[in-house]
Structures are given as C-alpha cells and as structure tokens.
C-alpha cells in the first residue's frame, strides 16, 4: 500500500511516527508532503492508495474559500484528521473518513480496511473485558501472548473487538497434529498479509513460530472447546458417534476446515478415505509441507492398526512427493518420533 501524509511543518514529527507505524504494522509505503496548504491537497493521490491529510491552523487558516476545496470534496480515498481548531469545509466532518481528533488506531483500521479481505470466521462478541495489555501487543504492532485454555473466551472476545484492524483472524486448531503440520497450516494461511493467527490446543512443550511478517499470534496452552469458535457447529454432534463422525469428515466438500480432526480419525480405524481426500487437496493447493506430515501420520497409524497396504500406499506417496519437489526427506522417522496415537 502506499500513502502520502499531507501536514503543515510542524505536524510533520507526528507524520513521521504514524510513517514508521504504518511502515511496522502492514508494510506501507509512506512519503510525507508538508508545507502545503490543505486545501491543495488533491493532486497528492495520483498514484497512491490513500491521501492522509493533516488539519491544524498552519495548513488550514480562516478564512477559507469553499471553490479553493472543490478538488478535495471529490477526492474517495482521502482521510482528514483535525489536530487543533482551523477552518474548512463543514461538508468533511460528514465523511467516514473524517477524524476530529488524532486517533492511530481508527486511521489504522480505516488504512486496512482498503486492503483486500481475508478469513473471518464468525466470531460474536461475548461482553467481556479484554486486557488493553493484549491492544498494545497485538494490534499497535505484530506481536505474540501465549494465554491459558481457560481464557478461550477472552480471546474470543478481542479477536471479534480488533479484527476489523487486521486484514482477517485465522483460527487453527492444533489438537494432535504435528507442529510443522500446523505451521505449514499458518504459513499457507497469512501469506503477506496482516494477519491476526490464534492457535489453540497447543500442548506446554510445543514451539508455535509465525513466519515473519505484519501478523499477530495467539497460542492458547491446553485443551478447550477451541473447534466450536472456527469450525463447523455439526462436529459437536457427530463427534459422539465416530463412525458416522468421520463418515462425514471423509465426504464433507470444505476439508480443509476439518484437518484438526484428522489425528483422532486414526482412534477408530476410519483416517484412510479422510486423509487421503486432505492429503490430494493439500496437495493440489500446494501445501506440500502438511500434505507430507499428513502422510506420516497416516503411515504410523496403518502400521499401527495393522494395515500393510495402507501403510505401503502412504510411503509410495511420500517418496513421490518428496523426491518430485526436489527436497529430499527422511520418510521413516516413526522411530525416532514419539507416536501421536
């Protein structure tokens, strides 16, 4: 994204902080205009996804002519920001994007919100305090707080409040799969964006690594009722009843919202049609690091149950996938790895 702050000289040490903040937050590409008047304003956002303007007595002195702000009542992308009294147009305090008084974060949100969207799982607000530690750490700049199960809903709760400053919320359950599983998982998800990630079902010893970025992370240690925030509400009811549970699972058309539940397919006998359908999308979209963690667990858990055809197949397709990408693996690591069944 690329911005121009339009300021008077004296506005231009606040221009400067909200520069490295932009530049910090999302990657924006800032230059900064001073000594302008206000009112001139409207040639600065040729080129540019956004037009900032600084208003104060310097830029913006009484009286003001309405005809000399014409080009700037036409302008879409343009954001005003009063930091004293001064003169203009009454007709800029009706816009979305009028701010009566300096506030980072409401310019911020309105900054990301040009952005294209990303994922929003529904996330309803519960009423409840969220500490203000959590807004300077996560949303002032990329940042990480790893929380205890028993405060799910608390996270709940700011990830509804601060999504609109961030471009989505990912919500990635990490139940029993394995932490490069779910790290592909990440990566694959947040992309360059601005992302707000929340991990859950992280066990004490387990290292959850964001890759490097403009994004924001969440780890929530221990078991909660995490699956309810972000997928589908049926997995509760067909979780009583395994086999029809991962019947569906094996037929539902969205797998990827159900790969957490994967791990405990391999309990009952059922993974083979349900991993074989997640490996075959994981594939095809790329995600070449999960699908090989998939096929790992899926060869430790045929083995385990005694299946050798199974088991045979899954190695042929680490070999394949493995050697065809041209980074060679050690497949058979089950010895040297704890079992996760």
Same mark, same amino acid.
């Given at each position: 994204? @690329?911005?121009?702050?339009?300021?008077?000289?004296?506005?231009?040490?606040?221009?400067?902080?909200?520069?490295?903040?932009?530049?910090?937050?999302?990657?924006?590409?800032?230059?900064?205009?001073?000594?302008?008047?206000? !009112?001139?304003?409207?040639?600065?956002?040729?080129?540019?996804?956004?037009?900032?303007?600084?208003?104060?007595?310097?830029?913006?002195?009484?009286?003001?002519?309405?005809?000399?702000?014409?080009? %700037?009542?036409?302008?879409?992308?343009?954001?005003?920001?009063?930091?004293?009294?001064?003169?203009?147009?009454?007709?800029?305090?009706?816009?979305?994007?009028?701010?009566?008084?300096?506030?980072?974060?409401?310019?911020?949100?309105?900054?990301?919100?040009?952005?294209?969207?990303?994922?929003?799982?529904?996330?309803?607000?519960?009423?409840?305090?969220?500490?203000?530690?959590?807004?300077?750490?996560?949303?002032?700049?990329?940042?990480?707080?790893?929380?205890?199960?028993?405060?799910?809903? @608390?996270?709940?709760?700011?990830?509804?409040?601060?999504?609109?400053?961030?471009?989505?919320?990912?919500?990635?359950? !990490?139940?029993?799969?394995? %932490?490069?599983?779910?790290?592909?998982?990440?990566?694959?998800?947040? +992309? +360059?964006?601005?992302?707000?990630?929340?991990?859950?079902?992280?066990?004490?010893?387990?290292?959850?690594?964001?890759?490097?970025?403009?994004?924001?992370?969440?780890?929530?240690?221990?078991?909660?009722?995490?699956?309810?925030?972000?997928?589908?509400?049926?997995?509760?009811?067909?979780?009583?009843?395994?086999?029809?549970?991962?019947?569906?699972?094996?037929?539902?058309?969205?797998?990827?919202?159900?790969?957490?539940?994967?791990?405990?397919? %391999?309990?009952?006998?059922?993974?083979?049609?349900?991993?074989?359908?997640?490996?075959?999308?994981? @594939?095809?979209?790329?995600?070449?690091?999960?699908?090989?963690?998939?096929?790992?667990?899926?060869?430790?858990?045929?083995?385990?149950?005694?299946?050798?055809?199974?088991?045979?197949?899954?190695?042929?397709?680490?070999?394949?996938?493995?050697?065809?990408?041209?980074?060679?693996?050690?497949?058979?690591?089950?010895?040297?790895?704890?079992?996760?069944?």
């Amino acid at each position: 994204m @690329t911005i121009t702050i339009v300021c008077s000289a004296r506005a231009v040490p606040l221009a400067e902080q909200w520069k490295k903040r932009f530049r910090r937050n999302f990657g924006a590409l800032v230059e900064i205009v001073s000594g302008l008047p206000a !009112c001139e304003a409207a040639e600065e956002g040729a080129g540019k996804d956004a037009v900032i303007v600084l208003l104060d007595g310097e830029n913006a002195p009484e009286p003001f002519v309405l005809s000399d702000w014409k080009a %700037m009542l036409e302008r879409v992308a343009f954001a005003y920001v009063r930091l004293e009294a001064c003169e203009y147009p009454a007709l800029l305090e009706r816009r979305a994007t009028f701010f009566g008084e300096p506030d980072e974060r409401r310019l911020e949100q309105w900054l990301i919100g040009l952005l294209p969207d990303r994922l929003r799982p529904p996330l309803e607000a519960r009423g409840l305090t969220v500490p203000s530690a959590w807004w300077l750490a996560l949303v002032d700049r990329p940042g990480r707080i790893d929380v205890e199960a028993d405060e799910i809903e @608390t996270v709940r709760q700011f990830a509804a409040d601060a999504g609109a400053h961030f471009q989505g919320v990912a919500w990635i359950v !990490c139940g029993d799969r394995s %932490m490069r599983a779910v790290e592909g998982e990440i990566e694959h998800t947040v +992309g +360059g964006s601005r992302m707000l990630v929340v991990v859950s079902h992280v066990t004490p010893d387990e290292f959850v690594e964001l890759p490097r970025g403009f994004h924001s992370l969440i780890v929530i240690r221990g078991y909660a009722r995490a699956f309810e925030v972000s997928h589908p509400p049926e997995a509760l009811a067909l979780r009583k009843d395994p086999a029809r549970h991962f019947a569906h699972v094996a037929a539902v058309p969205d797998i990827e919202r159900w790969l957490f539940e994967l791990p405990l397919a %391999m309990e009952h006998g059922l993974a083979d049609v349900a991993y074989h359908r997640a490996i075959r999308f994981l @594939t095809a979209a790329g995600r070449k690091q999960e699908a090989v963690e998939l096929l790992k667990e899926l060869k430790r858990g045929a083995e385990r149950w005694g299946d050798s055809d199974v088991a045979a197949e899954a190695e042929d397709r680490l070999h394949w996938l493995t050697d065809s990408g041209g980074v060679r693996k050690v497949i058979d690591d089950s010895a040297q790895q704890q079992t996760l069944f």
